[in-house]
C-alpha cells in the first residue's frame, strides 16, 4: 500500500554500486516490503525519481525526522 511522506532533511540512496545520490525535499511517495521501502518523487524540473533503501535505513530516517510520514 502506497503511503504519502514529505523528506525534510538529507535522505540519501545508493544508485547501484556508485556514490550516494539525495532524494529532494519535498513530497514523496512510499512503498513498504518485508525488508525495504521504495521512494518516488517528482523533482522541481518534472523529472521522477524511484529509490530503493533498507527498512533500517528508512526507519533510522523516520527516527530523525527526515522523513515525515503522513499521520505521524
Known amino acids: ?6 523528506i525534510r532533511g538529507e535522505v540519501c540512496f545508493r544508485a547501484g554500486d556508485g556514490v550516494l545520490m539525495p532524494v529532494p525535499d519535498g513530497e514523496v511517495d ?5 525488508d525495504s521501502v521504495t521512494l518516488h518523487w517528482h523533482d522541481g524540473q518534472g523529472n521522477t525519481g524511484t529509490a530503493a533503501i533498507t527498512r533500517d535505513e528508512y526507519e533510522r530516517y523516520v527516527r530523525e525526522g527526515k522523513i515525515r510520514a503522513d499521520g505521524h
Request: no cysteine; net charge negative; charged share 20%.
Open 1 to 6: 500500500m502506497t503511503q504519502h511522506a514529505m
Open 30 to 34: 512510499i512503498d513498504v516490503a518485508d
